[in-house]
Structure formats: C-alpha cells, structure tokens
C-alpha cells in the first residue's frame, strides 16, 4: 500500500459487500493504510462485515448513501465533508453498480432504464456532488494521481463497443449492463475533459471478470485477486492515465 501513502481520504460507494468491501478490507487490513477510508452503503445497518471492520479499524467510517437518490447523495457529501475538512477528498471510487440481464427478447425499457440509472448516472451525480472535496485536495498538491484527486470509476470489459463484435463477441447478451458501462466510459471521459484542468484525475477500471454475487461462481478471480491488482493499478495512476480505460493489470482496453 506504500503507493496510498500520500493519499489522505478514500471513499468507495457500495461497500456493504463483494468488490467495494473487499476494497475497504485490503485497504487496512494489518494497518497498511493510515489515512481515512470511507466506505458507504445504501443501509449499513444491513453490512455486519463493513461494520466489523469498522469496529476493527479507527479510520474506517461509514457513510449511508444510496446512489440513485439525489436526497441521500447531497446528505453523505455533507458527512464527508465533516469527516474530511480543509483536507478534502483525495481519491473518489464509483464502485456500486448492479448488473439487470435481458437478452434482445427479453429486454424492457424499465430494465434499460434501471441498470442506466444505477451504472451510469449516479457515478456522475456523486461526482458532481463530491467535487468541491475533490477540489479542495486537487488544490493542496500538483501533478495528477490520488496523491492529489482522483475519481475511478468501476467500468467493464462488457462495456467496451469495439470488443463487442466478432468471435465470441455475443456470449454475454446483456443489453442494460453493457450499455449503462459503455455510458459509464463516455461519463467518465467526459470528466476527464471537464476536470483535467483542475487537477483531478479520471479513469475508468475493469476490475476482471471476479467470483461474487454479480460476477458467479464461474469467474476465474477471486475478490482478493482482483482487488489487490486493481489497488496497484489505483496507486500508479498519473497523467497519462488520465481519460484512460484500464483493467486490473493496467492494460489499456479499447472504447
């Protein structure tokens, strides 16, 4: 974790379970991240293993945010900022998300609409409403990385449009997941537009295909796995990674 040494504050949302607590817990397990993590749940009252850590663990807090409810987002930006001060927010991680299957024939507008709001556009309206955080600590510091502010969001393989042609291509016939990712990348490079000349980096991460309630039984990587190679790739994070699409290991993925 030598990487987060100089990043001070971290909030992950949907950390109650599978990616985003399991980002919480490889954080500070045995102490190797001193500075503040924040984790934040729809009902953490629900999460006993976010609240055990929480118990274990002093600079864990947790936070309730539900991410499609604009009155739940405006109220934990407040409870940040009481946590975070004049230091401000380091490293934003738009991890929630969920995954609504369909195939062509199954496929609803409610559906499309759902893993939409969800994926795409409560990444963007936490980012909105994080950003005066964002800036206070992009203002503290130069050059681009979470050592400054930095704001990742959870993206997918399946929402790359260039790989979702040819052989294989149509395995997973997800329309509402792969569309609201592919929306999530062009959110996400739209921030970097926006937000490069302030300093606050953005990227979007595919974590791998990984073994939790959303990713099976099937899938080749564990939560650990997964996250201790994606944590790397957070801490390595620079200016050429900025308005970059990336999986666990780093490697540049196509739009």
């Keep these: ?3 987060f040494g100089n990043c001070h504050t971290i909030l992950i949302s949907g950390a109650s379970r599978g990616l985003g607590l399991q980002i919480v817990e490889s954080l500070v ?4 991240y001193a500075g503040k993590v924040i984790a934040t749940a729809r009902d953490p009252s629900r999460s006993k293993d976010l609240q055990d850590l929480a118990a274990k663990y002093s600079n864990v807090y947790i ?3 539900d991410v499609v409810n604009q009155d739940s ?3 934990a930006s407040k409870k ?3 946590l975070v001060g004049e230091e401000g927010l380091n490293c ?11 195939n062509l024939e199954t496929v609803t507008t409610e559906q499309m609409m759902k893993n939409f709001e969800t994926n795409s556009v409560s990444p963007l309206m936490i980012t909105k409403a994080f950003l005066p955080l964002l800036k206070k600590a992009a203002a503290r510091a130069t050059g681009m990385g979470i050592h400054r502010a930095a704001v990742i969001n959870m993206s997918s393989l399946l929402g790359s449009t260039e790989l979702n042609w040819g052989d294989g291509a149509g395995i997973f016939k997800w329309y509402p997941y792969r569309t609201s990712k592919a929306a999530l990348n062009m959110v996400t490079r739209c921030l970097a537009t926006d937000l490069g000349s302030e300093g606050i980096l953005c990227t979007a991460l595919h974590p791998g295909w990984v073994r939790t309630d959303m990713g099976g039984a099937q899938a080749p990587l564990s939560k650990e796995e997964s996250i201790s190679s994606l944590l790397t790739v957070i801490g390595s994070l620079s200016d050429n990674s900025h308005g970059g699409f990336f999986d666990y290991t780093g490697e ?3 739009w």
């Design 1 to 3: 974790m030598s990487a």
């Design 73 to 75: 987002i405006e109220n």
């Design 29 to 32: 397990d045995g102490n190797q």
């Design 252 to 254: 540049a993925l196509p």
């Design 92 to 102: 934003l991680i738009n991890n929630a998300g969920i995954n609504v299957t369909a």
């Design 80 to 82: 940040v900022e009481s």
């Design 63 to 65: 936070v309730a945010l």
